[in-house]
């Protein structure tokens, strides 16, 4: 081998591998493009049942189908949204009746009842500095938090037209992202690319539609008991904790944790004067419990039941297998990971079937599919 095979050698190295640098660098500055194309194609096979059903059973054609579904998804998001409306406004109002400090005095005043509740009415109650549940509490966080909600509404709008206007094309040409992948396939595997891309929109079409019926299992079970013991916007905040659990493992936490002080806060009692009443064992304790035992049971139901059979029947993977490729997604991308990781596995799993299918390995972790 002489020297300029060599060289030779080098370069296109040196070339493939600044290729590639370039290529990340492209995709990195237009992440944000690359997430709209994302969400898109998530909606786009959320309603890929609704067109095809328009289409075959209806006789719809393929454009006024596409029309249809869009304004009916547009419909129930406008829904959706506006159902936080009166949550906001309560919120809001309750921070507009006192500045920063008097809400301190009142966590203050809640923290007291509930010392006295569970160590007997004459405990001496510490100093709220001292106890290491508010010792890194923070109200000034509450106006900061509003003012950078109103400036992400701009980016939100239009991240949001982007959205509908890709979801739109994807809906009506359910081949255009699968014809734009397969340019760049050589022509004797395209056939095999292009049974790949049915299987997968099959399967997480199905799968996205499982997600669905599970959220909907959870509100309808959170909003029986925020309705029992009377909180208000019950409906809401059920539905905002049912959507958190679409994050696995760290969801149910964090929507455990909001509906625990969203009970709270809304059994407080004031009178004219803006004076908490001292209701916490005869109120808030009562109803905080009782609706987190409604929680708990939405939690198994799901985790026994729902999960299971969703897995099972959409992505076709044992529960397992599901448990296992999450965390190790999430010890990697951390809770993104762990959002996509049942979508990615299951395109990965269809990939390696296609062209793999005489790995063993492979064949025992794509026999169902």
Not at 17 to 44: M, R
Request: charge should be neutral.
């Amino acid at each position: 081998m002489n020297s300029n095979t060599i060289a030779n050698g080098i370069l296109k190295a040196l070339a493939i591998i600044v290729g590639a640098l370039l290529v990340l660098y492209f995709f990195y500055k237009i992440q944000s493009v690359l997430v709209y194309i994302t969400v898109a194609a998530v909606i786009s096979l959320l309603g890929r049942p609704i067109v095809r059903f328009l289409r075959q059973r209806l006789k719809f054609r393929n454009t006024l189908a596409t029309i249809f579904t869009m304004v009916l998804m547009i419909g129930l998001f406008v829904g959706l949204i506006s159902m936080f409306i009166p949550l906001i406004e309560d919120q809001g109002t309750k921070l507009a009746l006192y500045d920063i400090a008097e809400l301190e005095s009142k966590v203050e005043n809640m923290y007291s009842e509930g010392y006295k509740y569970f160590h007997g009415k004459d405990a001496v109650v510490p100093p709220i500095e001292e106890s290491k549940l508010f010792s890194n509490l923070d109200f000034s966080f509450i106006p900061s938090f509003f003012n950078s909600l109103i400036s992400g509404l701009g980016s939100f709008s239009i991240g949001l037209l982007s959205v509908l206007f890709i979801s739109f094309f994807l809906l009506k040409d359910s081949k255009l992202l699968q014809d734009s992948v397969l340019v760049l396939v050589p022509n004797n595997k395209e056939e095999r690319w292009a049974r790949s891309f049915e299987k997968i929109k099959d399967l997480l079409s199905r799968y996205f539609v499982g997600l669905l019926f599970q959220i909907l299992i959870l509100f309808v079970i959170y909003t029986i008991g925020l309705l029992i013991f009377g909180i208000d916007n019950a409906i809401v905040i059920a539905f905002l904790c049912a959507l958190l659990n679409l994050i696995p493992y760290v969801g149910p936490l964090i929507s455990g944790v909001l509906m625990m002080i969203l009970c709270v806060t809304s059994s407080i009692e004031t009178n004219d004067a803006g004076i908490i009443i001292d209701n916490f064992s005869d109120v808030i304790l009562p109803n905080t419990l009782g609706v987190m035992i409604f929680f708990l049971a939405g939690q198994l139901i799901d985790n026994f039941l729902s999960q299971p059979l969703i897995f099972s029947s959409s992505v076709k993977s044992h529960p397992l297998e599901i448990f296992l490729v999450i965390i190790i997604w999430g010890i990697l991308f951390g809770i993104i990971g762990m959002v996509i990781a049942v979508p990615s596995y299951t395109v990965i799993k269809v990939i390696l079937k296609e062209f793999l299918s005489d790995n063993k390995i492979v064949q025992s972790i794509t026999k169902d599919i």
